[in-house]
């Protein structure tokens, strides 16, 4: 086998996924190596491909941080649903949490926002089961 490729990276974990897919993109004929059987099934296999909008970065108001990442969310949904899945998050508030209830419900108005109030930025709340 003589191909020839345009791109040629070692690695098929996220960083080789990106180069292949940004590469095959711009119109490159690109080769992934890579050593496993399977794609990422070394180093990114292990870890838990959270796919993030970067809520924790508001509270260091990152907010330009916080809409790429929702950007980026929204762009792996769209092109890759059968790798990429919305899963619901339950925040715990208590009376002793760092943060108050009214400055985590605040923060999730201002992450629905910098999310341009798409469905899959929304949250609701959950009523306490202490009576």
Request: with cysteine; proline share 3%.
């Amino acid at each position: 086998m003589s191909e020839r490729f345009n791109i040629t990276w070692i690695g098929g974990g996220i960083h080789g996924g990106a180069v292949a897919h940004a590469g095959v993109a711009a119109g490159y004929s690109v080769c992934v190596l890579e050593r496993f059987s399977s794609v990422a099934q070394g180093t990114s296999s292990r870890s838990s491909k959270l796919i993030h909008g970067s809520l924790r970065y508001l509270e260091t108001l990152r907010f330009g941080l916080v809409r790429e990442c929702l950007q980026e969310r929204a762009r792996l949904l769209r092109n890759a649903p059968e790798l990429v899945r919305l899963s619901p998050f339950h925040i715990p508030v208590y009376r002793h949490n760092r943060c108050s209830a009214w400055k985590i419900d605040n923060g999730l108005a201002l992450y629905v926002l910098l999310g341009r109030l798409k469905r899959e930025c929304r949250y609701s709340m959950v009523p306490s089961l202490r009576r």
